[in-house]
């Protein structure tokens, strides 16, 4: 695949069931809905206060931070929740950024040590998912590949854009199947980000 490693091709499906064995307490209750909204040029602002927060919570352990996900795509809808790839030098170790974030106000929700070492937390109002990964993590890369092809690409914004909305009203009895829904359109656009390599 044009320069890319098979790490970063072969992309991870997780399942439902996987997604349950991985939940630490309670779920958001923003996963119980699924709510679009069109694009708000205000999340990219939220973002920022977001990152400056991290960094001053953790300070050098922060190894990245970015803003992915739909909101860090402007003109997509999205859900109004803040997606952050949180990097840290090994996930395994909790006792380094977890209690630090709790004090912040986040709650561990998921861990997932199957999932490249993935840890999720979200913030008391839950419009903040925080995906803390570990230092090599293809899903760093993946998610930053998407989200750039989504900025740049105005076809595939709009396919990926019409497809969020057709499953959300299709989904709307069964929330938790929208994300997996997704993966035939998104596995599209990454065999075209593949295709067209690095550069």
Known sequence: MAGYPPEITERFHGTPEQLEAGLVGQPPTRWQTIVLEDYDPGWPRRYDAIRAALVETLGDRVVAVEHVGSTSVPGLPAKPIIDVDLTVEDTA???????????AGYRLVLREPWWYGHRMLVNAEDDIHLHVW????????????????LRSHPEDLELYASTKRSLARDTVERPGDYSLAKNDVIDAIYARIFAAGPG
């Open 93 to 103: 170790d909790e006792t380094l950024f977890v209690p630090d974030l709790v004090r």
């Open 134 to 149: 570990p230092v090599g993590a293809p899903e760093l890369v993946r998610h930053r590949l998407f989200r750039d092809r």
